[in-house]
């Protein structure tokens, strides 16, 4: 096995319970010992004896635990769990369904939903950007018209009808992937994406779209392939990156989930742009765990909002 890779039998043997989850979640928030995340106070800090776990600000009398703050706040689910969950989401490349999960780790089907949900939006929370070399695309995804009901289908013809628009960028450079649901493709959404996820500077490739022709200027060089004219490689210019990006999203959003509706499609886009951009096989998992725990501040989502 590549040293990259921790396989599920280490893993449980690491974390066999919530008090080892515990200790390995405090010592990536808290390397330098527990920090209230209110005010801030190392010094003042009293660790609640019969209780492992929780702390006491003494600055401000705040209580907490490694969970506050995070998305498993207020969650009655082990830490060990939890991070079972992490692990399957960072190495399942086309993801795992509420249904596997809950088998997996024994909870209910409702129970693993509401974790994915979670476990998603902190997926979209990097802030990294995408530099050097940068392939761009757009798709659609949802369901085909032929498997509507005749009264559900739009009849506007092929290509995007009834479907979300995504556009995408990865860095040739990191392997870094962002991605995001559009109302609709346009030359405003295009450029609203590379200045919200590319590094000035950068080389922005694309196909031939007239949406992409103002993505260059004094800000970005911008480099296109001709698709229309069967062009798709010039030298290093290619999207093939980008378009095998999508492809494994297309195949885990009907492989494996076989449905996301577009109030959860960003999401679903999320967890796909931070597995596929933070899945590098160079670096170990337990890395890449650590990256997932990382965005989960500030990420709590309630069961209420999830189903809103």
């Known amino acids: 096995m590549s040293k990259s890779t921790i396989s599920t039998f280490d893993l449980f043997q ?9 200790l390995y979640f405090e010592g990536q928030r808290w390397p330098e010992g527990p920090c209230c995340p209110a005010c801030g106070e190392r010094e003042r800090i009293w660790a609640d004896a019969k209780r492992p776990g929780f702390y006491r600000c003494n600055a401000d009398l705040v209580v907490f635990t490694v969970r506050t703050g995070r998305i498993f706040e207020r969650s009655k689910v082990p830490l060990h769990k939890w991070l079972y969950a992490m692990y399957l989401l960072v190495t399942s490349r086309k993801g795992i369904s509420s249904l596997q999960l809950a088998k997996q780790i024994g909870v209910t089907q409702k129970t693993a939903w509401f974790m994915l949900g979670r476990l998603r939006e902190a997926c979209g929370n990097d802030p990294t950007e995408l530099t050097g070399i940068v392939e761009i695309d757009e798709c659609y995804i949802g369901g085909k018209e032929a498997a509507k009901h005749e009264h559900k289908r739009l009849g506007l013809g092929r290509g ?9 960028g990865r860095s040739r450079e990191t392997g870094r992937v962002k991605a995001e649901v559009k109302p609709s493709i346009s030359g405003r959404n295009a450029v609203g994406f590379v200045n919200r996820h590319v ?22 060089k911008h480099e296109s392939i001709n698709h229309s004219a069967g062009e798709y490689v010039r030298g290093d210019v ?3 990156g980008i378009e095998s990006v999508f492809a494994v999203l297309k195949r885990g959003i009907h492989g494996v989930y076989h449905h996301a509706s577009p109030k959860h499609l960003h999401r679903y886009v999320g967890e796909f742009a931070f597995r596929l951009g933070d899945g590098d096989v160079s670096r170990h998992t337990l890395d890449r765990l650590a990256s997932l725990f990382s965005a989960a501040l500030g990420r709590r989502l309630t069961y209420k909002d999830l189903i809103a």
């Open 160 to 168: 995007g009808v009834g479907k979300m628009p995504v556009i995408a």
């Open 238 to 240: 290619t999207t093939n």
């Open 199 to 220: 590094q000035v500077g950068s080389t922005i490739h694309t196909d031939e779209s007239a949406i992409y022709n103002r993505v260059g200027g004094l800000l970005y």
């Open 14 to 22: 690491r974390f066999p319970d919530n008090e080892a989850a515990r």
